[in-house]
């Protein structure tokens, strides 16, 4: 198995948000575009905008994923990414939670990120104004892992449980003191 499918990797992007984020970007342009009774000349260029538009924002919700290696951490979502020493992140504190049960963790507040119906990706606010790094498909079970950097990952992996354990595995032990 390969880390791209490794259980412990972010949720992909569900097709149904990703074909959503296409038709937001294609039919208020078309509809409008026939409204407007332009020339087709320019119907055809405000589409093909929309198209690469679309295809973009596709592209940039496919870029997904955690890196775990000697040095730590890595997660990219959107055009987002976050490279985290091990030294950087409280495995001790991390948890899987429920954000049912914990609503207070949820990301809220854009602060600079991109989100799309399910997809969230960048950088918010909770519903408790906490710092956040969010890399999210919709699901309700999520990886909260504290950092030193004065923010909290909020990630979505396939099994949640299985990057914690995965990070808890290949951390340096803690230096004694």
């Given at each position: ?47 093909a905008g929309a198209i690469v538009l ?124």
């Open positions: 198995m390969n880390d791209a499918d490794a259980p412990w990797q972010l949720q992909p992007v569900g097709i149904r948000t990703r074909l959503l984020m296409v038709a937001l970007c294609t039919v208020p342009l078309l509809v409008g575009v026939i409204l407007a009774g332009e020339s087709w000349k320019v119907a055809v260029l405000a589409i679309a295809l973009l924002l596709d592209r940039l919700m496919r870029r997904h994923r955690v890196t775990v290696d000697a040095s730590g951490l890595e997660v990219v979502t959107a055009m987002y990414q976050r490279k985290l020493a091990w030294p950087e992140l409280d495995l001790e504190a991390a948890r899987v939670i429920s954000l049912d049960e914990h609503p207070g963790r949820k990301p809220m507040i854009k602060t600079n990120a991109m989100a799309a119906f399910a997809f969230k990706g960048g950088a918010f606010r909770s519903r408790d104004l906490d710092k956040l790094f969010v890399a999210a498909a919709g699901g309700k079970r999520l990886l909260w892992l504290p950092t030193t950097r004065g923010y909290t990952l909020l990630l979505e992996p396939r099994r949640p449980q299985a990057l914690l354990e995965r990070l808890r595995e290949l951390a340096p032990p803690a230096p004694h003191s």
